[in-house]
């Protein structure tokens, strides 16, 4: 069993926002909140660890009130929110792979 650090749920904001769009894409209102909620908690535990330095902090709140005006954001700011978590991903199947 892994340890459920900082990278861990880094790795797992990324499928959570794609299943949080895909729901709000699909109309299904209370399951893209469901998500969002999710992807809220797991930033709050980000922020909560202090593993992240100062400056990594400012883009997890940056991507924190992304998350939280989701259905309000043009299709740039969803890109930039969709591909945020991507290298975290990455770095987690390659460090348990």
Known sequence: MFEK???FYAANVEPEIARMFKAHDQGNTDVALKFQARTLEMISKILS???VNPAGREEWFTIQNLVMGYDKIDSFSRQVLLSFG???SEKFMRQWS
């Open 86 to 88: 991507k290298p975290f």
């Open 49 to 51: 660890l202090g593993e």
């Open 5 to 7: 650090n900082t990278l």
